[in-house]
């Protein structure tokens, strides 16, 4: 069922980004709609990425990936990366989330040095933020896109 909103509150961009992140917030992932799974997956990758990289992209969406494996993840989030215009994040995840993946699990289980996993993570991050933010103004323009399939607007 979606979220019932008035149109009043979604008047502006920051109205429609926040009310996009209580839709896919409000229930437990994974829902019912491909579009929300989508827009969860999407949202997490760019707000774990932003606040912490991808050591905490692994550490909070570790679960779900363990799931999931890293393949079904990796695939899942480099679809909607493709599909929101965002291609050159897309390549930075093909090139090293499941080996860093791999390297995480690996330190979690004391089997490799710290330096190992951290040189891979710095690479990875560096590469993220070589896209100079590019993200959140792709992301903004997808959930303003996607925003009616989500909430059900209603006149006052």
């Given amino acids: 069922m979606k ?29 019912e709609s491909k579009r929300v799974n989508e827009t969860w997956v999407v949202y997490h990758y760019y707000s774990e990425l932003e606040s912490g990289g991808h050591e905490m992209l692994l550490h909070w969406l570790g679960d779900y990936i363990k799931e999931v494996g890293i393949q079904q ?24 989330l499941e080996q860093l993946w791999q390297l995480y699990q690996a330190l ?9 996993f951290y040189s891979k993570i710095e690479s990875a991050d560096s590469a993220y933020y070589a896209q100079d933010g590019k993200l959140g103004t792709l992301l903004e323009s997808y959930f303003i896109e996607i925003h009616t399939d989500l909430i ?3 006149e006052d």
């Fill in 3 to 31: 979220l019932k909103m008035n149109r009043k509150d979604l008047l502006t961009n920051d109205d429609i980004w926040n009310a996009v992140i209580t839709v896919i917030s409000e229930k437990d992932f994974p829902f």
């Fill in 73 to 96: 993840y990796q695939k899942e989030l480099i679809n909607i990366l493709e599909k929101i215009g965002a291609a050159d994040y897309a390549v930075v995840e093909m090139t090293y």
């Fill in 108 to 116: 979690e289980e004391n089997e490799i040095e710290e330096e190992k």
């Fill in 152 to 154: 059900n607007i209603v």
